[in-house]
């Protein structure tokens, strides 16, 4: 046997292995895979940016033809009268009123600012308060003076939705009473 | 040629190692990237639909900064009334010009001090026309929602105007968006 002759055979032996392993060979997927990796990174740029917006459900007064006095279930105990609480944001600070009457208004912070804690101490009195019959109550008006800025308007919607807690005052608020 | 060749043994001897050599489990060549390929497919699906689930596509700038809120109810796709420092827009089509807060009373039925903005109850009127027809035909409930989406400083008046606007066309109930913030 000459070298010749086993070079010659090693070399059949590669040749063969050779196409054996490009028979079974898989796809060329890393092109495919750049442009997965491109448009994930595109994605999730964007994904990044969203900025979390949020919801505060308001409703307007809405007026019907009334179907006349429900009939009450218990004769013996008359319906407690609507609390029909009303916010008003003034020029000079937040004015409430309910069915019960005027409450005083609660004025400008000294630093020129709304006393929107205030506002909420005075809406979690008036919740708790016996006499109001307000437990289950969770509707309010609001009302504001012409000038007054939305976001004044949205932080005022704030303060009534819940106390620092996170129960739940007054969520349920019908903006402008009387312009329907 | 003494020297070319080699015993009968010797050359079965080389072959046998090579063949072995070529059979041997070889040295990594190229990473095997099928798993990844799998897992960023998955990534890029999730994207995909996370990035088709979210709704809110308002592009925000000078004229229109939202307020922000403490609330923690999510956005809700619903019909869209943008209001910005200039104009008033309905799903993006602008409806009546906004001047230092003031909508024209000209577009304005009922003048300087009317509520109601005809352009914008109009075209209202049509997308309720539309939602009505809708909820008939797929048999839910049409239930008179608006998202709000206004500049943090338009004044309490034009909301009013604005919304009594949507009342007449008969939307009720307003989504008022806003920038959550966590205080």
Known sequence: ?180 | MAAESISRLQGKKAIRSFARKLAEPETIKDLNITPMMDMMTIILVFLLKSFSSETATIKFDESLKVPSSVTQLKVKAALGVTITKNVILVEGDAVAPVNNGKVDPTVKRDGENGYYITPLVDILEKHARKEKKVAEMTGSKFDAELMVVADHGTPYRLITEILYSCGQAGYQNYRLLVLRSRE
């Open chain 1, 1 to 180: 046997m000459t070298r010749g002759q086993v070079r010659a055979t090693m070399r059949r032996m590669r040749a063969h292995n050779e196409e054996a392993e490009e028979e079974t060979g898989e796809l060329n997927l890393v092109p495919y895979m750049d442009i997965v990796t491109n448009i994930i990174i595109f994605l999730l740029a964007s994904v990044v940016n969203q900025i979390p917006l949020g919801n505060v459900n308001v409703t307007i007064p809405t007026l019907s033809q009334g179907g006349g006095p429900a009939e009450n279930e218990d004769p013996e105990k008359p319906e407690a009268p609507p609390l029909n609480l009303t916010i008003t944001v003034g020029g000079s600070g937040f004015t409430l009123a309910a069915s019960g009457g005027v409450l005083p208004p609660i004025p400008k912070l000294p630093n020129g600012g709304y006393d929107f804690k205030g506002l909420t101490a005075k809406l979690v009195e008036i919740k708790n308060d016996p006499n109001n019959n307000a437990q289950g109550e969770t509707k309010a008006n609001f009302n504001a003076d012409a000038t007054i800025p939305y976001q004044t308007v949205v932080e005022t919607l704030d303060a009534m939705r819940e106390d620092e807690k996170g129960k739940m005052l007054f969520p349920d608020v019908s903006f402008a009473a009387g312009i329907l």
